[in-house]
């Protein structure tokens, strides 16, 4: 299953309860007209009640200038236990989600259409109402995450396979 071809991403939802985002590494263009994404978010993720409840979310996409710190509070952190937006730089979308700037190449603010129940995870897809060019770095895949930075994959992921 690692052989498939994929990015690292945060994606990031604002609620009631405030903003909260995690790593996925699953997002992809569905259709072009009208622009469409998909991402599978793990239920238990605090970011998926909140993009449950916002209707929307935004996908950062990580480049490959990131350092495991910052995968580690995105990816290995919950929600629940720290604000993970704190003394970072951050925007926010047209849709009023709050996103990380640090280490991204792209933000793409998505409306959600359709929930598919997957058992594990949740698939959002949506249309896509903004994007933003936030770096000219290269933007890092997951096989980079494995080797260059020699990144696990956590149990929540939808990749992960028990070994």
Known sequence: MFDFTYGLYVVSA???????????????????????????????????????????????VLDNTVDMPFIGR?????????????????????LGDVYATDH??????????????MGTHLLFVGEVVQTEKLGDAAPLTYTEYHTTLKGKTPPKAASYVAN
């Open 14 to 60: 604002t609620g009631k309860e405030g903003s909260s985002g995690c790593v996925i590494n699953t997002a992809t263009q569905v259709t072009a007209t009208p622009i469409q994404v998909a991402v599978s978010v793990n239920k238990e993720n605090v970011t998926c009640e909140r993009m449950l409840e916002a209707g929307h979310f935004a996908l950062t």
């Open 104 to 117: 991204a190449c792209a933000m793409i603010a998505v409306r959600v259409s359709e929930t598919l129940d």
């Open 74 to 94: 995105f990816g290995f952190r919950s929600s629940r236990d720290i604000d993970k937006y704190e003394g970072i730089d951050v925007a926010t979308s047209d």
